[in-house]
């Protein structure tokens, strides 16, 4: 199995920053990290959960949805078997649920939907008050 926990959520108010973490562990340890695709999702109150941002397995290409191009970075440290979301000048639409997701790949395209990633966190709340 794999486990992945997310950290790093808050409240924070707009315009303002904050740095996600998903750290992964299990099967998804060690050199096994790179072995997956990573990606972030968002899950607000009576809505579906959205795709965020991808990351390849060696880091090489890196995908954005269109509402955080430019505001959001995703990046990874095999090292320390850890994927991070970098969201800057945060808004008030970005409020939800965020989930760190593996995919156990070597593609470079990025997947399609959420249901292609094998393992989910638990999620961490980010709020953004109006």
């Known amino acids: 199995q794999v486990q992945l926990v997310e950290s790093g959520g808050g409240l924070v108010q707009a315009g303002g920053s904050l740095r996600l973490s998903c750290a992964a562990s299990g099967r998804a340890s060690g050199r096994a990290f790179s072995w997956y695709g990573m990606g972030w999702f968002r899950q607000a109150p009576g809505k579906e959960r959205d795709f965020v941002a991808h990351?390849?397995?060696?880091?090489?290409?890196?995908y954005y949805a269109d509402s955080v191009k430019g505001r959001f970075t995703i990046s990874r440290d095999n090292t320390k078997n850890t994927v991070y979301l970098q969201m800057n000048n945060l808004k008030p639409e970005d409020t939800g649920v965020y989930y760190c997701a593996a995919i156990r790949s070597y593609a470079t395209a990025q997947p399609i939907g959420a249901s292609t990633y094998d393992y989910w966190g638990q999620g961490t709340q980010v709020t953004v008050p109006p």
């Open positions: 990351i390849t397995w060696n880091g090489v290409y890196t």
